[in-house]
Antibody
Framework: EVQLVESGGGLVQPGGSLRLTCAVS????????IHWVRQAPGKGLVWVSE????????HYVDFVKGRFTISRDNARNTLYLQMNNLSDEDTAVYYC???????????WGQGTLVTVSS | QSALTQPPSASGSPGQSVTISCTGS?????????VSWYQQHPGKAPKLMIY???KRPSGVPDRFSGSKSGNTASLTVSGLQAEDEADYYC???????????FGIGTRVTVL
């Protein structure tokens, strides 16, 4: 069974940092692009970042460039999102998602809530 | 990159059909056959319903179908059932500068 389990969310002050983790099982992790997608409370989905299977290629949405870093440890079947200089606009549920279908997102984790507030 | 345009709401009675539109531009929907649709029930993670404009993943009922014309994609849910009541989001690949853009979402209500 394909599973993606996010953790690491919580309350952080503006300007602070947080690292999200996504533990993966049930498929060959290193063979897939993995994405982060976020959803602010009561709002729609927003694509944030993706990383290629071998970790060599990464992409980001413009408003997180220079602040967020996506990475992966294929030996541990784990994906990361390092988030720095957070603002209240970054408050959202962050989903870890497998890019299993051509340019589509086929398996989603349950999400982890990040709240940026003083 | 602006979000794709979807109607905020749509509705239909059980057994009827509902079609949701998703409008973008030649930089996203019109430029690629990589439109996908996601269903999200309240408090749950999204679920992939359609990929590559009209393909259904295994396990998705054939009541769900997708299409595209120019810069607009559509999702049709035929034979509406109570469990189809949810939010639906379209998504398109948008090239090497913008990557992926989602629609604003459409809430489907089964009357």
């Amino acid at each position: 069974e394909v599973q993606l389990v996010e953790s690491g969310g919580g309350l952080v002050q503006p300007g602070g940092s947080l690292r999200l983790t996504c533990a993966v099982s049930g498929f060959s992790f290193s063979s897939y692009w993995i994405h982060w997608v976020r959803q602010a409370p009561g709002k729609g989905l927003v694509w944030v970042s993706e990383i290629e299977g071998d970790g060599t290629t990464t992409h980001y949405v413009d408003f997180v460039k220079g602040r967020f870093t996506i990475s992966r440890d294929n030996a541990r079947n784990t994906l990361y999102l390092q988030m720095n200089n957070l603002s209240d606009e970054d408050t959202a549920v962050y989903y870890c998602v497998r890019g299993g279908a051509p340019n589509a997102l086929d398996y989603w984790g349950q999400g982890t809530l990040v709240t940026v507030s003083s | 990159q602006s979000a794709l345009t979807q109607p905020p709401s749509a509705s239909g009675s059980p057994g009827q059909s509902v079609t949701i539109s998703c409008t973008g531009s030649s930089s996203d929907i019109g430029g690629y056959n990589y439109v996908s649709w996601y269903q999200q029930h309240p408090g749950k993670a999204p679920k992939l319903m359609i990929y590559e404009v009209s393909k259904r993943p295994s396990g998705v009922p054939d009541r769900f179908s997708g299409s595209k014309s120019g810069n607009t994609a559509s999702l049709t849910v035929s034979g509406l059932q109570a469990e189809d009541e949810a939010d639906y989001y379209c998504c398109s690949y948008a090239g090497i500068n913008n990557y992926y853009v989602f629609g604003i979402g459409t809430r489907v209500t089964v009357l």
